[in-house]
């Protein structure tokens, strides 16, 4: 066993591990984060995308004790309250989700790509998002919301 | 996966030992390629070794007539890199297509060498560009360094510290990706550094290779039409649900051509 200690969505969670927990494992069924998802598995998919010292990664390939004594930002860490992050109501506004299964991902993986362009062309969107799959949206209404997404937080400064 | 020790080692002597020490011991840098076959229970290390504590291995300079990279630098930071844009274009840009973002943030140099995947992309740049793995134990040129499927030239124990690019005239790396994993199907980058050329193929063998016919041709035209007449025969490339060896063997006479026009296509002041 291990014992790892993770700043989760800014709340430090200790907890022991065995060494091949995987980081979605701790953070679905450790802490009962659920809206991080395991689609493929394989490294492929994107939905398991959660933010670790701010960058985006796949924790279905990552294990708990890599990120000991780190920073993680799940999905649940984004809204304040009843208040969605800009990056969520853009989504919402856009109709960018449909079965929502791949959305933590996609939401997560914008995120890091703002954080590196604020204002991000398409090209780079797209470009950004070849590690992210979804089989509902056909991803127009996906690359329009993170268009607007962006543009939200600029202006929120 | 099955389980193992994991142990967080603090210096590269302390990682050599805890491995030489391990029944059946591995290192681990970004964890992208070892992971997957962790989960697949493709290998089973009785003993993990995190390089990630280590000072010192994550870094990009340029050294006189050389890029060096450090083992533990990782992808995305390479891509973007305004000293690896300015030194070696086509390292960056080749860096900036593999796999997808957030593998990019934590696959690195190191691991991605150390693994000896037949179509990784790092590998290609290596032999070509003629680069040096520096180890904890003597630096190894790279062509010595890619010894087949998965293996390198790597002792037990022995760590990758860096790994130096000399700086090409022009360079350029075309591949053919696998739609879904991204990986080359075939992949041919081509260096020209003082007359000479290199020119190394992934994704065809058990090992990245480099061909002498090409490169000879190439060194007396620099040209895609150099190359035309030049056919690559299938025997002993790799056959599977991606491709024959035919196709490979087409492949290849085709990604060279495309890496030579680009290559060609670059102007050094």
Known sequence: ???????????????????????????????????????????????????????SVNSCTMLAVQANGASVTTIEGLAEGD?????????????????????????????????R????????????????????????????????????????? | MHDFNYHEPTTLAEAAAILRAARDGAFIAGGMSLIPALKQRRVRPSDLVDLRLIDGLNFIRRDAGALVIGAMTRHEEVADSALVRGAIPDLARLVGEMADPSVRNRATIGGSIAHGDPA?????????????????????????????????????????????????????????????????????????????????????????????QMEAALERSFAPDAVNDIAIAPWGLTADIHGTAEYRAHLIGVMAQRAVAAAARQRRS
């Open chain 2, 120 to 212: 990784a992309d790092y590998a290609p740049a290596l032999l070509a560009l003629g680069a040096t793995v520096v180890t904890t134990e003597r630096t190894i040129t790279a062509d010595a360094f890619f010894t087949g499927a998965f293996s390198t030239a790597l002792r037990k124990g022995e760590i990758i510290k860096a790994v130096s690019f000399p700086i090409a005239d022009a360079a350029a790396y075309v591949k053919f990706a696998n739609t879904a994993s991204r990986y080359a199907v075939v992949g041919v980058f081509v260096a020209r550094r003082a007359g000479a050329v290199r020119l190394a193929v992934t994704g065809a063998k058990a090992k990245v290779f480099r061909i002498g």
């Open chain 1, 117 to 157: 362009k604020k204002n991000p062309s398409e090209a780079d969107i797209r470009y950004w998002l070849l590690g992210n799959m979804c089989r509902c949206t056909g991803y127009q209404n996906i690359i329009a919301a993170i268009k607007a997404g962006a543009a939200a937080m600029a202006q929120d400064g």
């Open chain 1, 83 to 115: 208040k969605l992050h800009p990056m969520q109501a853009a989504f919402r506004a856009h109709h960018a989700l449909q079965c929502g299964f791949c959305t933590p991902g996609f939401v997560m993986s914008a995120l890091d790509l703002v954080q």
């Open chain 1, 1 to 55: 066993m291990a014992r790892v200690s993770i700043d989760v969505n800014g709340r430090q969670e200790a907890r022991e591990v065995t060494p091949r927990t995987l980081l979605v494992e701790f953070l679905r069924d450790h802490l009962g984060l659920t809206g991080t998802h395991v689609g493929c598995d394989t490294t492929q998919c994107g939905c398991c995308i959660v933010l670790v010292d701010g960058k």
